[in-house]
Nanobody
Framework: QVQLVESGGGLVQPGGSLRLSCAAS????????IGWFRQAPGKEREGVSC????????YYAESVKGRFTISRDNAKNTVYLQMNSLNPEDTAVYHC??????????????????WGQGTLVTVSS
């Protein structure tokens, strides 16, 4: 059974940091582009970041560029999202999923499936 489990969310003050993890079983993440996306209450799903399978290049939405870093550890079959300088607008449930490439746009978002429950990030003072 294929599972993707997101973890690492929590409550953090503005300016703080969190590292999210996307751990897989039954699926070798190294062979897939993996995307992170988020959904805040009352808002549309938003693409956040993606890491390609072939060359490990990383891609970011403009809203998180320079603050978030995506990486992968193939030995642990896990993809990470390091989030720094968090602000209240980053509050959302974060999900990871295999992605059809790494062009982060509305079409890309529609192709991402929700695999797990996600992990809630709340940025508040």
């Amino acid at each position: 059974q294929v599972q993707l489990v997101e973890s690492g969310g929590g409550l953090v003050q503005p300016g703080g940091s969190l590292r999210l993890s996307c751990a897989a079983s039954g699926l070798a993440l190294e062979y897939y582009a993996i995307g992170w996306f988020r959904q805040a209450p009352g808002k549309e799903r938003e693409g956040v970041s993606c890491i390609s399978s072939s060359d490990g290049n990383s891609y970011y939405a403009e809203s998180v560029k320079g603050r978030f870093t995506i990486s992968r550890d193939n030995a642990k079959n896990t993809v990470y999202l390091q989030m720094n300088s968090l602000n209240p607008e980053d509050t959302a449930v974060y999900h990871c999923a295999p992605a059809p490439g790494c062009v982060i746009d509305s079409t890309w978002i529609r192709h991402l499936q929700v695999w797990g429950q996600g992990t809630l990030v709340t940025v508040s003072s």
